[in-house]
């Protein structure tokens, strides 16, 4: 009993350890290569701490899932969308921003990304809260 107990907990921390893995490299692919591994910038892109009050109200939230659904219109230029992600990834990408940032506030969810998609916009479209 104990044995199996112990394989269970072994499978899942390294479950744990391949997700975590798993969202870095989707970082590393989608995020990092303008706004650093850990949200810091890299020029002419800005850091993202900016976006740390953005986590604590549903129209902050909501604006977070469009910025990465459909993209930004900034200072620096233009931030392309990832609308092609899937509603779990980009979920896994706003929490592991969260977490970079040390952010408060709930996980986004799969669900919370889906109620987003569909509304055609265009990065000009997309305006903070």
């Known amino acids: 009993m104990k044995q199996a107990l112990l394989l269970l907990l072994l499978l899942l921390l390294f479950l744990g350890l391949a997700l975590a893995q798993g969202v870095e490299a989707l970082w590393g692919r989608t995020c990092a290569q303008c706004h650093g591994d850990k949200a810091q910038g890299v020029r002419p892109y800005p850091g993202l701490a900016s976006a740390l009050p953005f986590f604590a109200t549903p129209e902050g ?3 977070l899932v ?3 659904l459909y993209g ?6 233009l931030m392309p969308g990832f609308y092609q ?5 980009v979920a896994r990408l706003l929490n592991h921003l969260k977490d970079l940032l040390r952010a408060k506030g709930e996980p986004f969810s ?5 109620r987003e998609r569909g509304k055609n ?9």
């Open 61 to 63: 939230r909501r604006y």
């Open 66 to 68: 469009l910025v990465v």
């Open 72 to 77: 930004r219109k900034g200072e620096a230029g």
């Open 85 to 89: 992600l899937k509603d779990e990834e």
């Open 110 to 114: 799969p669900e919370e990304v889906a």
């Open 121 to 129: 916009l265009t990065p000009d479209a997309v305006k903070r809260p």
